[in-house]
């Protein structure tokens, strides 16, 4: 059985970004190809949307040591 809320294997979830928060993470939100958000789940009583309300927002990858060159290793 899955816990009650998992990571989304079935679909999407919304990520909702009210002004202020969109506004003190603009940079991270706008750059960044992956996030790790944190908020509050919002789940619709027939169970067929589910929103996260953002509160937080961070690269979930660094951009640190990145040379910009690619490699094929083939």
Same mark, same amino acid.
């Given at each position: ?5 998992? $990571? ?29 958000? $944190? ?36």
């Amino acid at each position: 059985m899955l816990p009650k809320y998992s $990571e989304d294997e079935f679909g999407f979830i919304n990520l909702v970004v009210w002004r202020n928060i969109y506004e003190k993470f603009r940079e991270i939100l706008n750059t960044s190809s992956f996030l790790l958000c $944190e908020g509050k789940i919002q789940k619709s009583d027939e169970g067929g949307v589910t929103h996260v309300i953002v509160e937080s927002a961070a690269p979930l990858l660094s951009n640190a040591g990145v040379s910009g060159i690619s490699h094929d290793y083939h």
